[in-house]
């Protein structure tokens, strides 16, 4: 009798601490809604997430992260937390993308640029001289044609969130100034790991080199490369400026993050869960490219102070590069297709 007495009581236990901690167990994923001490509604779920990205803490996009976080907190009522790894912390974007199919981590901030290489679509959004500025490319994410893109990733247990723009690509050069595409002849040019970029300077004469962005200082630095594709952003927090002299403000490409999360753990969300993290993710991408673009003429000045010669090229220079592209990819992809047919009016 005394034995039933302590079972009874320990089952009993056990069940108040279930329900003190489990959020009503709806959530599995291994970081979405781990247990908290300090539940905050009776009832919802509280959540421990983590994301990861590549860029240093001074990068749009880490800032662009924290703004996702602080949204997330004060949207959920302190329900979601958000630990953030930047920097590659986690490993190169192939294994932050692992690690989100496996559900380790919960959120990525990935660079189209890779995808690209994952998924064949994700390459329009390199089409040469797309968008006049950051402002329209921003204004593109609200497109079908850029939800579509993103839809392709439910195929690999992934929800494609929004996307997050960093500033549009230029060229630096170590030593020399080019002035015209003919002067790129035989460079050799970091470009990264993509096929649409790779192709794009082959088309203009370069030599790419696969380069990722945490080796590039050093390459250039000891003369492996003579020069970059980059941001105006990345120049600046890797402090390319020490290493080159010129900087070609082409605004050639467009730089688009895609926010991504676990596709099985979003889906298990309850509604008003999935259109906070919705709504998060579009302040934070509202704010990366509100301020971003406010920060192009501080950015030129930064460069221009720090010693470097910063100059436009005209996109004129790029019609047959852009006409090249269109002809090789479009045919290829019904939505790089879309893509080209929206965007090139
Ligand atoms: C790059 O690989 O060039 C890059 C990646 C992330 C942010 C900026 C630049």
């Not at 001289?129 to 195929?155: M, P």
């Not at 080019?178 to 790779?198: H, I, Y």
């Not at 460069?303 to 090789?328: C, N, P, R, T, W």
Request: charged share 25%; proline share 5%; with cysteine.
């Amino acid at each position: 009798m005394r034995k039933f007495k302590r079972l009874s009581l320990t089952l009993i236990s056990a069940a108040m601490v279930l329900t003190a901690c489990g959020g009503g167990g709806s959530q599995e994923s291994s970081n979405a809604a781990t247990p908290a001490a300090n539940q905050t509604e009776v009832n919802k779920p509280t959540y421990n997430f983590k994301l990861a990205h590549i860029t240093p803490t001074d990068h749009m996009w880490h800032l662009a992260a924290e703004k996702f976080k602080s949204e997330l907190e004060s949207r959920s009522g302190g329900r979601m937390k958000m630990e953030i790894y930047p920097n590659s912390q986690l490993g190169k974007e192939a294994d932050m993308v692992q690690q989100i199919e496996a559900g380790s981590v919960d959120f990525g901030l990935i660079t189209a640029a890779y995808l690209s290489s994952r998924e064949p679509s994700f390459t329009a959004w390199f089409a040469p001289y797309a968008f006049k500025d950051l402002q329209s490319a921003n204004d593109a994410r609200s497109t079908e044609v850029a939800k579509k893109i993103l839809g392709t990733l439910d195929s690999q247990g992934l929800k494609g969130l929004d996307y997050l723009f960093a500033g549009q690509r230029v060229m630096l050069f170590k030593n020399r100034e080019v002035l015209k595409p003919e002067d790129m002849n035989g460079l050799k040019f970091r470009v990264t790991p993509s096929p649409p970029l790779q192709d794009f300077y082959k088309s203009l004469g370069a030599s790419p080199e696969s380069i990722a962005l945490p080796e590039v200082y050093a390459a250039v630095q000891t003369g492996v490369i003579d020069g970059m594709d980059m941001d105006l952003d990345a120049a600046i927090t890797n402090k390319y400026h020490e290493v080159t002299k010129f900087a070609a403000v082409t605004n050639h490409m467009v730089w688009p993050a895609i926010a991504m999360m676990n596709k099985a753990s979003y889906e298990k969300m309850p509604d008003e869960d999935k259109k906070i993290i919705d709504d998060s993710i579009k302040a934070a991408a509202e704010f990366a490219v509100s301020t971003r673009a406010a920060q192009e003429e501080e950015f030129r000045k930064e460069l221009s102070d720090k010693g470097m010669k910063v100059y436009d090229m005209d996109v004129a220079l790029f019609e047959s590069h852009i006409k090249q592209f269109d002809e090789k990819y479009g045919p290829t992809n019904p939505l790089i297709q879309e893509f080209i047919d929206t965007f090139r009016k």
